[in-house]
């Protein structure tokens, strides 16, 4: 059976034929970097995430790309408010999301692009756009697509302009010439973050930046881009028609995929209608590896609604898994079979061996069956039922008797135990990840730790930001060099000042020692002040320095 996925586009199952052989390339939206993820945001970062693993399985090389949203109104708003550079705060947020990923076993994309980093690629698009007659210019330097001037605006929604613009809700804006001109840049407002480009100071709009960075990272007429429904118009619909306006031909995308809402009481999730749940909520009450077999638990392009019920049942769901692979690692630990002790002579046991063999390949290949119709979790998770119920007949069945394998089972069970394992693991519920114990994050140490390492990241740019203006600039850069040396990169841009964070997580003992380094040399200028902020700072968030004859010691309470 050859993988069949439903494409937005035309509406209908089509099969996949990737652009070039054996390889994918995979764009999906990523957050505005504003707020913390809520759940509804995690369904399409645990949707795709599986759909790249299942496309890996089938023998694929896929690139995979997400971006982050790291310039908007809502940033820039938030910002305001709470008196913090928008910059700063997406890049927050930015940590805070990886936080929050990371703990749903969420692999980390090829590339993270972010509007701020492709300003150049984002002016060249809408310019190109302008020289071709899809865009005007209006007012003070604001830069909108002409969506009249694409005939086939409205294809990915399957709906006419007449119809979108009788039920579209659009920014009323006399200057445009048709309510659904979107902006394809906007002339800069006093307070707010801006970037020089041809038609004055300003920012992008929202859907210029997906179209830009798909296309230099996966080029036009890649294979899937991956968003939520909500997405579909005006977001999708408008990159669609800027793409392809951009480059004069179709089609920008091959297959758009889209997962539907998580609901409360049948009402969409959302952070505008308040009724939302953050993950990192959420976590607190339910271990990461159940809400990820929850978030799976339905074909993602239908409704899923929340409820903890559900989420209890999605806990004693994953338990019965682990309970098979657990009763096979135990079995599988006693003394070694020796090869000379051949098959059995029980007709009984055989049998059974040889019916856990056959389970194993029919769940294989009911597990492949599904994923290859549109990705179907639901039914591929019913295949693993199956397997671990054989799986557990046949261990008892085996206790019963000599409470030990024969050869011929302990092949059957090693077999079983790789294609349960494997088929886990294209859900992204390893057996590694399902046996992690103390990451409920109801573990109020897990849940301090997750809250603790982007606080003392700031803490530590405030402290650089607070030695520049002091002009204390062997401070700032002995501050900057070691956190470099702990994988994070400070970049002072005209917008403000920009962190990278290393592709793996910081840990809290790899910043520790820098605020012990910065507290000696402290106490050493006889800078007292500073030295007992540094531990009374570091106490608030349960780290105890500990001054000895040997040096400072620390612990973590």
Request: with cysteine.
């Amino acid at each position: 059976m050859s993988l069949k996925v439903h494409n937005t586009l035309t509406r209908q199952k089509e099969e996949f034929i990737s652009r070039s052989p054996g390889r994918v390339g995979m764009y999906v939206c990523g957050p505005t970097t504003y707020n913390f993820i809520h759940l509804g945001n995690a369904r399409p970062i645990v949707v795709f995430d599986t759909i790249r693993r299942y496309l890996e399985y089938r023998g694929y090389e896929v690139e995979y790309i997400q971006n982050f949203t790291d310039i908007d109104d809502k940033i820039i708003k938030r910002a305001h408010e709470e008196g913090e550079e928008a910059s700063q705060l997406a890049q927050r947020f930015i940590r805070a999301y990886f936080s929050d990923a990371d703990a749903l076993n969420v692999r980390r994309a090829k590339v993270h692009p972010r509007v701020s980093e492709h300003l150049p690629e984002i002016v060249q698009m809408i310019q190109t756009l302008l020289d071709k007659g899809y865009a005007y210019l209006v007012g003070e330097g604001d830069v909108y697509f002409a969506v009249e001037q694409f005939p086939g605006y409205g294809k990915l929604s399957g709906r006419s302009l007449e119809d979108l613009q009788a039920g579209a809700r659009v920014e009323i804006d006399e200057r445009k010439r048709n309510p659904l001109d979107f902006a394809l840049w906007k002339a800069a407002k006093e307070g707010e973050p801006a970037w020089l480009s041809p038609w004055g100071h300003g920012r992008p709009g929202w859907h210029i930046e997906c179209s830009a960075m798909s296309l230099k990272y996966l080029g036009f007429g890649f294979d899937i881009h991956g968003g939520g429904n909500d997405l579909i118009f005006p977001h999708h619909e408008n990159e669609i028609a800027q793409s392809e306006a951009f480059a004069g031909e179709n089609p920008f995308c091959n297959y758009w995929l889209h997962n539907g809402f998580i609901t409360i009481n049948q009402e969409k999730m959302s952070k505008s209608l308040g009724n939302f749940f953050l993950v990192r909520d959420i976590l607190d009450r339910f271990a990461p590896q159940v809400v990820r077999f929850y978030l799976l638990s339905t074909h993602y392009r239908s409704p899923l609604d929340f409820d903890d019920g559900k989420l209890e049942m999605s806990r004693r769901g994953l338990e019965r898994l682990k309970t098979s692979l657990d009763l096979l690692d135990e079995i599988l630990d006693v003394d070694e079979i020796k090869a000379e002790t051949g098959l059995s002579d029980d007709t009984q046991r055989e049998k059974k061996g040889i019916a856990l063999v056959v389970q194993s390949e029919r769940s294989q290949q009911e597990f492949i069956e599904a994923m290859d119709d549109d990705f179907n979790t639901a039914r591929a998770t019913a295949a693993l039922f199956d397997l671990s119920r054989e799986i557990n007949s046949t261990i008892n069945s085996i206790l019963q008797t000599t409470g030990r394998p024969d050869a011929s089972e302990k092949k059957a069970l090693i077999q079983a135990r790789q294609t349960l394992g494997s088929l886990l693991g294209v859900l992204g519920l390893e057996p590694e990840f399902l046996r992690k114990r103390g990451q409920t994050r109801a573990s109020k140490a897990e849940n301090d730790k997750r809250e603790r390492l982007p606080a003392l990241i700031d803490w530590l740019v405030e402290l650089r930001q607070e030695a520049r203006q002091e002009k204390n600039w062997s401070k700032a850069d002995q501050i900057r060099t070691l956190l470099k040396e702990a994988g994070i990169n400070l970049e002072d841009t005209p917008q403000g000042l920009r962190v990278r964070l290393p592709q793996v997580e910081v840990e809290i003992e790899t910043l520790v020692p820098i605020f012990i380094e910065l507290r000696q040399e402290a106490r050493q200028r006889k800078d007292w002040n500073l030295a007992d902020n540094i531990r009374q700072k570091l106490q608030s968030f349960g780290i105890v320095l500990e001054d000895t004859p040997r040096g400072t010691r620390w612990s973590d309470q």
